[in-house]
């Protein structure tokens, strides 16, 4: 059974940095492209960024770049999400998502695997 669990969140200050992580047990994380959402209050589910299984490529909504940059250790099974300069809007639940194919999936439908996520509040 393939799991996933994300850490690192939390309550910040605006113009701070944070490392999410997400680690994935219980399946070939090396075959795994991921990827990064998250949900604010009262919003719908919303895709940030995602990474290839080999890593080498990475995709980011116009939203967020800049600010937002994925890494995975595949000797470790994690992913990493690091949002730098965060603002109140950055306030949401986050989840990191997992599917085992080549490509780079860039909607929540795509993906199979989802970790439980993690709340990250940023104050003003």
């Known amino acids: 059974q393939v799991q996933l669990v994300e850490s690192g969140g939390g309550l910040v200050q605006a113009g701070d940095s944070l490392r999410l992580s997400c680690r994935v047990s219980?399946?070939?994380?090396?075959?795994?492209?991921m990827g990064w959402f998250r949900q604010a209050p009262g919003k719908e589910r919303e895709f940030n960024g995602a990474?290839?299984?080999?890593?080498?490529?990475?995709y980011f909504v116009e939203s967020v770049k800049g600010r937002f940059t994925i890494s995975r250790d595949n000797a470790k099974n994690t992913v990493y999400l690091q949002i730098n300069t965060l603002n109140p809007e950055d306030t949401a639940h986050y989840y990191c998502?997992?599917?085992?194919?080549?490509?780079?999936?860039?909607?929540?439908?795509?993906?199979?695997?989802w970790g439980q996520g993690i709340m990250v509040t940023v104050s003003s």
């Open positions: 219980g399946g070939a994380f090396e075959t795994y492209a």
């Open positions: 998502a997992a599917k085992a194919t080549l490509r780079l999936p860039t909607s929540a439908p795509e993906y199979d695997y």
């Open positions: 990474i290839t299984a080999n890593g080498r490529f990475k």
